[in-house]
């Protein structure tokens, strides 16, 4: 079961979805306390989890400073420790991690367009993807719409090599964008929407990892420092900002950084790069955060004052008159940008110290375009204060007239129908353009750097309080109740009419024997009909279009279509497409459900990859140990080997001696502990005949004495180019000439990078096969070792399968085929 401590924003997170914000008393006061602070803090870096969330979480919950966190990327080029998603799915995922995290420490989220192409081992390599230009332009606008007083950077820019390239770049756009966002002939464009803007000051966020040990950062010079004690306690939450930290820390699953919170004194030490140094450790010294700031805000200033000093903890609609006198005075603001965010803060306070609330459901999770749905509006006034919801303004924009009183605690429910209307389709915003490898492709300025596409369905609820005429906006959402779980919210989506889909994302086919595709068809109107087809390469053939119906939406139903390769060896596109009523649809609708997370729904291109291999194997019979996530026994199966995933719980010498080879899924070795017991078994299974292939595992804290059958030692050793030269170390070497003959082809196509954490040290009895390396690298000879060890092969190897087999790169296939068929030469060849 997940769980979530409600801080500031007032969310807990249920399965699926976002539950409507419900404030405590303690949790309004600290938003009335962030409602009189006008001062702000970005906290820039490259990926999700590179973040401080203590220093995010201190600035938001003890300073009360507006705080966001700008991640350049969605980290879509990182390593998935739950499912199976990679890549851009990973990124959608890593989004909505980051905006749990900063639910939990009250920060802000934004972002740039530069994709997260993988590993990088300086800036150089990094902008041989990223186009440098655009991305300082998204930060650029990053900072001219949040308008930060402060700016903090992660990484050192003066350091490139000895960290990410991405975390230098980071660093470096940051200074860089300092010293041009007030610069009005920088990106004048950007200036239709937003204005220039100065930040007050430039850190970097430094610690003694900077400076190699901890004895040297005591010994070193810190007059340019601030240091700033982060580890507060808070009566109103019962935790400390560390623990806080640690919970939002922990949103990051899909990297496994599940953390544990900390209690006492923690220094975070700020270098001054830009600027004037704060002398009392004080990040906003010398900047006005009180109303004064504002024009006309004075008198904003003195009745808000009052109302946070005479808080009433006991009953917070005391506030109110207060509240309610000082919101026209907002509205009258000059000055835009403070109108706008301290209008939103205050909305939301009037709403939580009535005990307001409002929400309008439907009982559907997604609909189509100009569907008629059902909505059930809702609202209760939970204080004495009198209140008057005098109409609703429906998605759509019709206005539901009301004009009740909304009586104390007596609920007000009604029912109504819309239609959908030409609605765009939901899904993640930078991923409807095709981009490059290292450039999302967004077109719309207002919409770079939003963490999610914005919501089209709304109802606005319009209130009179008091005699104040107020908005309350809320999402449309789709609610239901689970016999386990009671009260559920999930996102409500708009989908085409149906979905056409083939699971797999590459077909491998090892022969020229046809293969049953099945192209999956879901309904999301009822009494669909529709034609299906695939659309095949030049040189492939595929049986005829069929007919569909299906009468219930939400049904899916699966066609059969005969594919036949080519003779020889050829790569393609399958296009699964759908023919409604002289309409072509040519997408599928992709669902992401964690309990962590909302429900993402996504609508996609329909494609996926036709690979027809030249391709040798022996043996069939593959045992499969999991380790933290990939899809190499689903690979295997594509070229007819039969995979059983083994429970570690029953690896014993009876149930390996059944497998022709014995595969570690990647991190096996970091992330299933009862291994330690069970490698004596396997390594009897190799000294007895049989076949280990063991993928990479991590270096960084990795003890295992006995990860092969002689002494290995893992580095951070990695090659980061995808197309870096392979030297054949020997070319007789039977890995490499039975049952394919690989050949530098066979490295060509590789995505993303070559390998990682390949062995730096290894005993005599390994056999290194291949050598490469990074330019201007000494190139490792770990990258796959192999050893004899009884009568059987034990092999190691930091070449990335994970990514080469999914992709459907062939030279990965035929030497992973070879690997499998180690020491089987005697024995007839299975094509």
Known sequence: MRFLIVLLCCVSLPLHAQKPKKPSSSEIYEQLQQLNFLGTALYLAAHPDDENTALISYLVNDVHARTGYLALTRGDGGQNLIGPEIRELLGVIRTQELL??????????????????????????????????????????????????????????????????????????????????????????????????????????TSWWFYGSREAFEEANKDNLVSVDVGSYYPAYGLSNTEISALSRSQHKSQGFGNTGSRGEQIEYLELLKGDLPSNGNLFEGIDTSWNRVKDGAAIGEILNEVEANYDFKNPAASLPGLLEAYPLIQNLEDTHWRELKTKQLTQLIKACAGLYVEAATGQQTAVANENISLNLEAINRSDFPIRLQNVVLPGGEKIEVAENLAFNSDFEKQVNINTGAADLTTAYWLKDEGSVGMYKVTDQKLIGLPETPREFKAVF??????????????????????????????????????????????????????????????????????????????????????????????????????????????????????????????????????????????????????????????????????????????????????????????????????????????????????????????????????????????????????????????????????????????????????????????????????????????????????????????????????????????????????????????????????????????????
């Open 100 to 205: 749990a995290a900063r639910r939990t420490d009250g920060g802000e989220q934004r972002f740039t367009r530069a994709n997260d192409f993988g590993y990088s081992k300086n800036p150089k390599e990094t902008l041989e993807f990223w186009e440098k230009d655009e991305v300082l332009r998204d930060v650029v606008w990053a900072i001219r719409n949040f308008k930060p007083d402060v700016i903090i950077n992660r990484f050192d820019h003066r350091s490139p090599g000895s960290t990410h390239g991405h975390h230098t770049l980071s660093a470096m756009l940051g200074v860089q964008a300092f010293d041009l966002v007030g610069d009005a002939s920088v990106f004048p464009d950007q200036l239709k929407y937003t204005e220039t803007w100065q930040p007050k000051r430039l850190f970097f966020n």
């Open 462 to 831: 319009n209130l009179q309080i008091g005699d104040q005429l107020i908005p309350i906006t809320t999402d449309l959402v789709y609610k239901y109740n689970d016999r386990v779980d009671g009260e559920v919210y999930e996102p409500f989506e708009i989908v085409p009419e149906a979905s056409v889909a083939v699971k797999d994302p590459v077909i491998i086919f090892a022969n020229a024997q046809p293969k049953t595709i099945t192209a999956e068809v879901t309904a999301y109107t009822s009494n669909l009909k529709a034609q299906v087809m695939l659309q095949v390469p030049q040189g492939w053939q595929v049986s005829t279009p069929q007919q569909i119906s299906i009468a219930q939406k939400g049904e899916t139903k699966g066609v059969d279509f005969t594919v036949t390769p080519p003779a020889k060896a050829s790569e393609g596109e399958l296009k699964p497409q759908l023919q409604i009523n002289g309409k072509t649809i040519t997408t599928k609708t992709v669902t992401i459900d964690y309990d962590h997370i909302p429900l993402q729904t996504l609508v996609l291109p329909s494609t996926n990859k036709l690979v027809r291999l030249d391709i040798a194997k022996k043996g069939n019979y593959i045992g499969y140990i999991a380790g933290a996530g990939d899809v190499i026994p689903e690979s295997l199966q594509q070229i007819g080997y039969t995979v059983v995933t083994v429970d570690p719980g029953q690896i014993t010498p009876e149930n390996l001696a059944e497998f022709d080879a014995v595969v570690m899924g990647v991190r096996a070795y970091n992330v299933v502990e009862e291994l330690q017991y069970k490698q004596p078994i396997l390594l009897d299974y190799v000294k007895n005949g049989g076949t280990m292939v063991v993928q990479y595992n991590t270096a960084r804290g990795f003890n295992f004495p006995n990860l092969g059958p002689y002494p290995l030692q893992l580095s951070s050793d990695r090659v980061t180019d995808e197309t870096a030269k392979v030297k054949v170390l020997n070319p007789d070497a039977e890995i490499l000439n039975y049952p394919n003959k690989i050949t530098q082809n066979d490295f060509d196509g590789w995505v993303q990078e070559r390998g990682l954490y390949f062995p730096d040290q290894y005993d005599s009895s390994y056999e290194p096969v291949i050598s490469i390396g990074d330019e201007g690298e000494k190139p490792s000879e770990g990258s796959l070792l192999i050893a004899k060890y009884g009568e059987g092969h034990y092999i190691y190897t930091g070449l990335s399968f994970f990514r080469e087999l999914p992709a459907g790169v062939s030279g990965a296939y035929r030497l992973f085929a070879n690997m499998l068929s180690i020491g089987k030469n005697d024995q007839k060849i299975k094509q």
